[in-house]
C-alpha cells in the first residue's frame, strides 16, 4: 500500500470546519501522548475529542450543537438523545458513534483519568483503549465525510486502522522486528516503542537488531540516536531509553507508512 498523500484535514473537508480543525488537533493530541506513555494526559485529550465529536453529532442529527465553551450538562443524555432522534442521518453518526463516545467518555472518568482521587490509576491498556477507539472513530468520520477518490479514503483509513498493528515478535526471550527491510536504526526506536517507560540493555538490543558487533552498534547506531535526543543511552550502565523526540518519530514512521 502506498503512502496516502492526503492530510487528515484534507480527508475531512465534508465535515464543517467549525469542528474539523478542534477534532484534528485533540486526535492528534490523544495519539501523541498516548505513544510517550503519558496517560493522564491522554486521558484529557480523549475528553476533548469526546466533546468535540459530541458537538459534531448534536450539528449533523439535531441541527444545532452546545456552543463551545458551555458545559455538557450529562453526556450520556447527549448521546442518548442524538441516538433516539428521529432524523434521517447517517445511520453511524445517529446510532453508532454516539455509543462508541459513550464508551471513551466513561473511562475517561470512571478510570481515573484526568480525575483527582480516581480509583483506578490510569495505565496503558486503557490509554490504548481509548487511542483505538478514537482511531475507529477517525476513521468512520473519514468514510462518511472525504472528499477524496474511493482509494485514496481508503488508503488512509487503512493507514490509521493498521498502524497499531504489532510488528514486534517476542520469542524465546527475544524481539524481533517482523520487517526485514528496516535500517538498525529504525528496529531499534521501533523496538524501544515497546518499552516505553523502562530502559533497555544496549546488548540486548544489539542482540535483537541482530547488529554484527556491540561495539560498532553502540558507535553507529546508540551514539547518533543519543546525539539527536532520539535516546537516552547511558553509557556508564549500558541502558537504553526512548526520549519524547524519538516516540515522535517512531510514531511519524507509521503515521506515513513506513512501517
Known amino acids: 500500500m502506498s503512502s496516502p498523500s492526503v492530510t487528515l484535514d484534507q480527508a475531512l473537508q465534508g465535515c464543517p470546519a467549525t469542528?474539523?480543525?478542534?477534532?484534528?488537533?485533540?486526535?492528534?493530541?490523544?495519539k501523541k501522548n498516548h505513544l510517550e506513555s503519558r496517560y493522564e494526559a491522554a486521558g484529557l485529550s480523549a475528553g476533548k475529542f469526546c466533546e468535540i465529536s459530541l458537538r459534531l453529532l448534536q450539528h449533523e442529527v439535531?441541527?444545532?450543537?452546545i456552543a463551545f465553551g458551555k458545559k455538557i450538562p450529562n453526556f450520556a443524555d447527549e448521546c442518548r438523545k442524538i441516538i433516539t432522534a428521529t432524523s434521517g442521518a447517517n445511520e453511524s453518526l445517529k446510532i453508532v458513534l454516539p455509543r462508541a463516545l459513550v464508551l471513551m467518555y466513561t473511562m475517561r472518568n470512571k478510570r481515573g483519568i484526568g480525575h483527582v482521587g480516581g480509583d483506578v490509576e490510569a495505565n496503558l491498556i486503557d490509554s490504548a483503549t481509548l487511542a483505538r477507539i478514537a482511531d475507529w472513530s477517525i476513521c468512520e468520520l473519514i468514510r462518511i465525510y472525504h472528499s477524496l477518490s474511493l482509494e485514496e479514503a481508503q488508503d488512509l483509513v487503512d493507514s490509521i486502522s493498521v498502524r497499531n498493528v504489532s510488528i514486534i515478535w517476542e520469542i524465546g526471550g527475544k524481539k524481533r522486528v517482523l520487517r526485514s527491510d528496516l535500517?538498525?536504526?529504525?528496529?531499534?526506536?521501533?523496538?524501544?516503542?515497546a518499552e516505553p517507560s523502562s530502559s533497555v540493555l544496549a546488548e540486548d538490543l544489539c542482540d535483537w537488531v541482530e547488529y554484527a558487533s556491540l561495539v560498532d552498534y553502540k558507535r553507529r547506531v546508540l551514539k547518533p540516536l543519543h546525539s539527536e535526543r532520539?535516546?537516552?543511552?547511558?553509557q556508564e550502565i549500558n541502558t537504553v531509553a526512548l526520549s519524547p523526540t524519538g516516540a515522535r518519530e517512531a510514531e511519524a514512521l507509521v503515521l506515513h507508512n513506513k512501517l
Open 19 to 30: 469542528f474539523r480543525a478542534k477534532l484534528v488537533n485533540a486526535y492528534l493530541e490523544l
Open 62 to 65: 439535531l441541527g444545532s450543537h
Open 183 to 193: 535500517t538498525a536504526r529504525q528496529q531499534t526506536l521501533v523496538l524501544l516503542t
Open 230 to 234: 532520539l535516546i537516552e543511552f547511558d
